[in-house]
């Protein structure tokens, strides 16, 4: 079964960064600083927020834009081959959503897997793990 992570209702958002605090987690370190999904405020709680993480694009852009394929496409989204990745950051300007995220310890894009653990640690149901049909 195929699945991916999609934003399914964004006016419940409070800003709690859980599925932000989770999706680092994936590392055993704590903070934020390699977490692949952003929430980002447009206004606060009288206007709400936007949920900045992978649309797993058809065609993406960040695959394009990499100067020596060190990011391929996947069954859903992109992957990232860090060892191969230069670091020069064409992912990051590339993406027209801003979802490619960089970890500056690294020097190296975060962007996310689809791998659904966000959508779990959700508390209000604004992210979901649903299965996609094969295009």
């Keep these: 079964m195929l699945r ?19 999706c680092a987690r994936r590392f055993g370190e704590g ?7 952003a929430v980002r405020s447009v206004g606060g709680m009288e206007r709400g927020f936007v949920v900045v993480v992978c649309r797993a ?6 695959l394009a834009a ?4 060190a990011i391929r496409k996947a069954e859903v989204g ?5 060892e191969r990745c230069i670091g020069c950051g064409m ?3 590339a993406c027209p959503i801003g979802a490619v995220f960089w970890d500056e310890e690294r020097g190296k894009p975060v962007i996310c897997r689809h ?12 992210l ?4 996609v049909s094969r295009g």
């Design 115 to 126: 791998c659904g653990l966000c959508a779990r640690f959700c508390p209000h149901g604004v």
């Design 91 to 93: 992912c990051v300007r």
């Design 4 to 22: 991916r992570l999609s934003v399914v209702d964004v006016d419940r958002c409070v800003d709690c960064l859980l599925c932000a605090f989770a």
């Design 31 to 37: 903070g934020l600083a390699r977490s692949a999904i």
């Design 78 to 82: 992109v992957r990232v081959d860090l």
């Design 57 to 62: 694009c058809e065609d993406p852009s960040c």
């Design 128 to 131: 979901a793990f649903e299965e």
């Design 66 to 69: 990499c100067p020596v394929g």
